[in-house]
């Protein structure tokens, strides 16, 4: 009784203070008015008093530290100085007419100029006086200067004083008319002096004591005018929870309510084609991740819950099996299944493993991609009507209107990554009630990005390979160690391996790469005659049907040399071929090689992978092959893969909103947005509504921010 007046009352008086002051128009903060509340408001997008608080500085530069002149290197970013001006003259005419004076610390001596307010600077600097200088070091022939530095006299420890000073982001209109980094902190600072309890809390009681979090409010004056690191530390954990905490709290809600009003097909039957191939078809035992995943996935299904699942698991870990499954499932429950996958040759691959699975049990699979015969067309459509087909493999072909089904249960999508939004949106259209949904996907998206991302599908992960896989030796190796890689194929090949040679292929340059892959292929026909050696190619120009005889060559061990573009990327399985040749591996992105990588262990054979450039290679470049080689594990490299690039580049998310957040980082902090979600699951279990009293404050703060972006990001 107590604690609910306590409550109470809090909330309703932050509620009111919270009218008060910081919902107030910029204008009318000190050092603002008319003209340049119009700059903040168009230039920085800040109307009120809120939204400067909420403008958080994007660095902070330490000026605690004092360095030495003689230690200053490029490297640096701003260096503060302390010593005496042993000399100040100008120099130059008219336009170049500069000021310079000469600073002297015991380790050595270093100019400071000035183009501008010279008149203005010239007299402050006195010859024999001890200055605190503070700046930015440029490189000047072989030594370093400071052009226009902060300098005060060393004693009167005034305006630069604060060790640690926030760095804001500018426009240039806003900084030519005094608003730059430090015309805004001038503002914050103003401001957070002047707020006094009216900043309301956004968070419960509990919440905040439970994460042992500093009061919004004084964490808004810390990020702006940090007390000291140690505060601005907590300051910044405290807004960086809170961003994640509501963050995840809409997605867990939108979830809630989308599986309240989605209701799936109820496949709560395991019958006779499940227990058939499992028990008969089945050639090995599933490994404990498959398992795992399959009665995850039966959950679903079974509970007449809509499955909206993406699966994760690094290539060779055995997804198409789970997928497999699942569909024999559908079918004991009387529904049909589709698998997409996004190129013909993987298409073709699951198809024939598939129906190869599949002889003898009953169950009927077709086969539907852009190069399918009219006739076969027709076959097809009558089927599925009729519900004679129980599975229709195939590509994009399978969107199309014209693709109808009897009774489609479960939509499988492999390889989602190559998918966009609206495609999978399509395959819901496909019958009245939204068939279950299970995307499959190699490329492991750390699971706090994930679940952020994605936040409406469950995530389902196989860590684990089966038995037997080898970890593939991988190395790096320059062009003009290719005498030594091509006898290595060659012994590879003597003892009855295989092996791929792959190409770059960047649409921009689609002609130089062509002609790239051309002259490779010929180099290795030469080095690899006739008839001893027999070689494939496979590439982008060719027609789907050469691709796949090329393919099928191949996987029969007709031919020891596959020599391709990427289209051999995703999927394929050839367990005989050991050796992955990547040409130009610095023009691949780091998930792509190591899906590549993917081809190769996957018999019981040591496999190899053997990654080639030239000697000239980017910084990144060089992370990317170092990473390769150090690593097998897909979740590290994927991690390392979102470090490079960005998650916005990889999902391909931008736009949508999720991912645009003010000071959290979904990559480096997913330790704190795990925790975050966690806490605001557990919340919503207790109170789905928020309509405790002691939830109170989150449902405020929760309801304000939908309120303020209501169109905030569905990407799934
Ligand atoms: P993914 O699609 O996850 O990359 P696949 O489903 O293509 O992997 O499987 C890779 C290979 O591993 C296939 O040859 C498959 O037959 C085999 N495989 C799958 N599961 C197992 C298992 N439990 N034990 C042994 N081999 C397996
Ligand atoms: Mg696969």
Redesign the pocket.
């Known amino acids: 009784m107590q604690e609910f007046f306590f409550v109470y009352f809090w909330s309703k008086q932050s509620l009111n203070m919270s009218q008060s002051i910081i919902s107030t128009s910029i204008e009318y903060l000190k050092g603002v008015g008319p003209k340049r509340a119009e700059i903040i408001k168009k230039e920085l997008g800040l109307f009120t008093f809120e939204h400067l608080l909420n403008y958080y500085p994007f660095r902070y530069i330490d000026r605690s530290k004092v360095h030495l002149i003689k230690d200053i290197s490029s490297t640096e970013i701003h260096v503060q100085l302390k010593g005496k001006i042993t000399r100040v003259t100008e120099a130059g005419e008219k336009r170049g007419k500069r000021l310079i004076a000469y600073l002297q610390d015991e380790s050595g001596s270093i100019e400071l100029v000035w183009f501008k307010g010279i008149k203005w600077v010239k007299p402050k600097l006195i010859v024999g006086k001890e200055y605190t200088v503070f700046g930015k070091p440029s490189q000047f022939s072989s030594s370093f200067n400071l052009v226009h530095p902060e300098f005060e006299e060393k004693q009167t420890n005034s305006t630069i004083q604060a060790s640690l000073q926030p760095v804001y982001s500018s426009t240039e209109k806003a900084n030519s008319s005094g608003l730059n980094s430090k015309g805004i902190a001038k503002l914050t600072k103003s401001l957070v002096l002047q707020i006094n309890s009216q900043v309301p809390e956004t968070l419960s009681h509990a919440v905040t004591s439970e994460m042992k979090l500093m009061p919004k409010e004084r964490a808004l004056r810390e990020i702006h005018v940090p007390s000291n690191a140690e505060n601005l530390k907590k300051a910044i954990f405290r807004l960086k929870f809170e961003e994640f905490f509501f963050l995840q709290l809409r997605l867990l809600k939108q979830k809630v309510i989308q599986e309240q009003k989605l209701r799936g097909f109820i496949f709560d039957t395991i019958g006779e084609s499940f227990n058939t191939f499992y028990k008969t078809k089945l050639?090995?035992?599933?490994?404990g991740a498959?398992k795992r995943v399959v009665k995850e996935i039966r959950n679903d299904m079974g509970t007449g819950k809509h499955m909206n699942r993406l699966l994760q698991?690094?290539?060779?870990?055995?997804?198409?099996?789970?997928?497999l499954l699942s569909m024999l499932i559908a079918k004991d429950n009387g529904f049909q299944s589709l698998l997409m996958a996004p190129t013909e040759i993987l298409a073709t691959q699951h198809y024939s493993?598939i129906a190869k699975y599949l002889e003898g049990t009953g169950v009927t699979v077709s086969l539907l991609t852009g190069s399918s015969k009219t006739s076969e067309r027709k076959i097809i459509h009558e089927q599925l009507l009729s519900g004679e087909l129980d599975i229709l493999i195939g590509t994009h072909a399978l969107l199309e209107d014209i693709v109808q089904f009897k009774n489609l249960g479960l939509s499988i999508i492999?390889e989602q990554h190559r998918f966009g939004v609206k495609q999978r949106s399509k395959l819901w259209e496909k019958n009245t009630i939204p068939p279950h949904v299970l995307v499959?996907t190699?490329t492991p998206i750390p699971r706090t990005l994930a679940m952020t991302v994605y936040g409406d599908l469950d995530i389902s992960v196989?860590d684990e390979?089966?038995?037997?896989?080898k970890e593939i030796s991988t190395t790096h190796k320059f062009d003009k160690d290719r005498l030594y890689v091509f006898k290595f194929m060659e012994k590879q090949i003597a003892e009855g391996r295989q092996v791929y040679v792959v190409y770059p292929l960047i649409e921009e340059s689609e002609h130089l790469d062509f002609k790239d892959l051309m002259d490779g292929y010929e180099s290795m026909a030469r080095r690899f005659p006739l008839p001893k050696y027999k070689l494939s190619i496979v590439h982008g120009k060719m027609k789907a049907a050469d691709k796949e005889y090329e393919m099928q060559q191949f996987a029969k061990g007709h031919t020891q040399i596959m020599v391709a573009t990427t289209v051999i990327e995703v999927?394929v399985?050839v367990?005989n071929a050991t050796v992955m040749v990547i040409e130009s591996a610095n023009k691949f992105g780091l998930s792509q090689l190591h899906q590549l990588r993917?081809r190769v262990g996957?018999?019981s054979d040591k496999s190899y992978c053997i990654l080639m450039t030239d000697y000239k290679l980017s910084e990144t470049a060089r992370t990317r092959i170092d990473t390769m080689v150090r690593s097998n594990d897909g979740f590290e490299i994927a991690e390392e893969d979102l470090k490079l690039r960005g998650p916005g580049d990889i999902l391909g998310t931008q736009q949508s909103g999720i991912l645009d957040l003010k000071i959290g980082d979904l990559i480096k902090d997913n330790k704190l947005v795990a925790t975050a979600r966690n806490l605001a699951s557990e919340i919503l279990i207790k109170d789905p509504g928020l309509e405790l009293q002691e939830n109170y404050l989150i449902r405020q703060q929760l309801a304000e921010l939908i309120r303020k972006k209501p169109n905030w990001g569905r990407i799934s």
């Open positions: 050639p090995f035992e599933l490994t498959q698991g690094d290539v060779g870990s055995g997804k198409t099996l789970v997928g493993t492999d499959m190699a196989i390979l089966p038995p037997g896989r999927g399985n367990p993917g996957r018999g």
